[in-house]
């Protein structure tokens, strides 16, 4: 089965260079396209996308909010990955915030588009460390966020987890966190699986906002 995508952004000829794109994959299908964020919802219902690539800036309902009440009024939603101009853009930390699976910029070259929504779908975050530091120290509460702390306490993560934790938060993928503990990958997936489970987030971005709103990871 193709990976199905749904294409929100408030510029048509963005909207047709991605279609481009990701048309020309045998794997992927552009299933709808909408101008605005206030029809992704009714888009997602109808069409069940297993990914939504979101402008984070537009007119009427931008990308953060979409996000949220997406992923509020949804069952099941479809995984999200913001489509931005620029990444030290305050829009984009806080559409990882509300819980956007990652980001890409709009002048990424057509293999990293097809990459990101493959890596999207397959239930993976897309995220740049240095980007996501320094999104962090200019617009998160570095540590200044009390829910993030207490939620971060509650967790109560062993010092195997934390570690684990840190190694997310520098970028590092299942398979360099497996090699750099020496241990098995599936062990360091049920690692991840409980830090998730923990923080109650719903992937690895979500987990590695929370280590740099809670000050559990510095930023800078």
Known sequence: MPVTVLLVDDE?????????????QPDIEVVGEAADGAAV?????????????????MPLLDGIEATRAL??????????????????????????????????LKRARPAEIVHAVRLIAEGESLLFPASVR??????????????????MERAQLTE???????????????AEIAARLVVGTETVK????????????????????????????APG
């Open 71 to 104: 992923l509020r009024t949804v069952d099941e939603p479809p995984r999200i990955l913001v489509v931005t101009t620029f990444e030290n853009d305050e829009y984009v930390y806080e559409a990882l915030r509300a819980g956007a699976d990652g980001f890409l």
């Open 190 to 217: 049920s690692h991840v699986s409980a830090v998730l489970a923990k923080l109650g987030a719903r992937d690895r971005t979500q987990a590695v906002i929370a280590a740099y709103e809670s000050g559990f990871v």
């Open 160 to 174: 195997r987890e934390a570690e684990v934790l840190r190694l997310m938060a520098r970028g590092l993928s299942n």
């Open 134 to 151: 320094q999104l962090a120290a200019e617009y998160g509460e570095s540590g200044g966020n009390r829910a993030a702390r207490a939620a």
């Open 41 to 57: 919802i009714p888009l997602v219902r109808q069409l069940r996308p297993d990914v939504v690539a979101m402008d984070v800036r």
């Open 12 to 24: 048509p000829l963005v909207r047709a260079g991605l279609r481009a794109v990701l048309e020309a």
